[in-house]
């Protein structure tokens, strides 16, 4: 069975440019999550969809991230524009409700 | 808000120790708990799923436990490994939304040879 694939897997860019992420679950998982994790820090949920629809983004700054999930499948995550603070590991996870999730191995991404 | 705790933060232990990895959580009304493992710059591993009804679950030299009513889950490591070396994370799921994972900020560990 085929993980949770995330591209790129490294990315450095300079402050107020754009950047995107791409997510592609595993085959069946409804449920799809994305995390950004800082050095040091565990993750922190930003977004999570139950097939394409948004089951909670409280934790998404909204003004600078979005992302979106169509047709139920892979997923992209967009900054625009990218702060310093916006430096971590993008990491993308999936489910199929049962409550186990399966991680990628994340996108480092650096703003300098 | 559920807030979740690792102690210690970080654990350098001798080769062949057995070892206690501590997470807390603060809303006991829980779905879940799941302990993963994370290596240096990659994802996550799931290494025990506990559900709310049960008490533990063991895989290989990994034991978790889990006391909901205290708002406490130990992860145990027996005759720990070089190979063990890495940082462990527990999360937890609330009840109103068993796909919703809250982790903590992990406890690396290092097993010297």
């Known amino acids: 069975e085929a993980g949770v694939a995330q591209s790129p897997r490294y990315k450095i860019i300079e402050k107020r440019q754009s950047v995107a992420f791409w997510c592609n679950p595993i085959?069946?998982?409804?449920?799809l999550y994305w995390y950004q994790q800082i050095l040091g820090q565990g993750p922190k949920l930003l977004i999570q969809?139950?097939?394409?629809?948004?089951?909670?983004d409280s934790q998404l700054p909204k003004d600078r991230f979005s992302a979106e999930r169509l047709k139920g499948v892979d997923s992209t995550l967009k900054i625009q524009p990218a702060k310093l603070e916006d430096s971590a590991v993008y990491l993308c996870?999936?489910?199929?409700?049962?409550?186990?999730?399966?991680f990628g191995q994340g996108t480092r991404l650096t703003v300098v | 808000k559920q807030e979740v705790t690792q102690i210690p933060a970080a654990l350098s232990v001798p080769e062949g120790e057995n070892l206690v990895l501590n997470c807390s959580f603060t809303?006991?009304?829980?779905?879940?708990l799941q302990w993963f493992r994370q290596d240096p710059g990659k994802g996550l591993t799931s290494l025990l799923l506990?559900?709310?009804?049960?008490r533990e679950q063991t895989s290989g030299r990994l034991n978790a436990s889990l006391d909901k009513s205290s708002g406490r889950s130990t992860l145990y490591i027996a005759a720990s490994q070089p190979g063990d070396s890495a940082t462990y994370l527990c999360?937890?799921?609330?009840?109103?939304?068993?796909?919703?994972?809250?982790f903590g900020a992990g406890t690396r560990l290092t097993v010297k040879p």
């Open positions: 969809f139950q097939n394409n629809g948004v089951v909670d």
């Open positions: 809303d006991s009304a829980i779905y879940n």
């Open positions: 999360a937890v799921s609330p009840i109103y939304n068993n796909n919703d994972m809250r």
């Open positions: 506990i559900q709310s009804s049960q």
């Open positions: 085959s069946g998982h409804a449920t």
């Open positions: 996870a999936s489910s199929l409700g049962t409550g186990e999730a399966f």
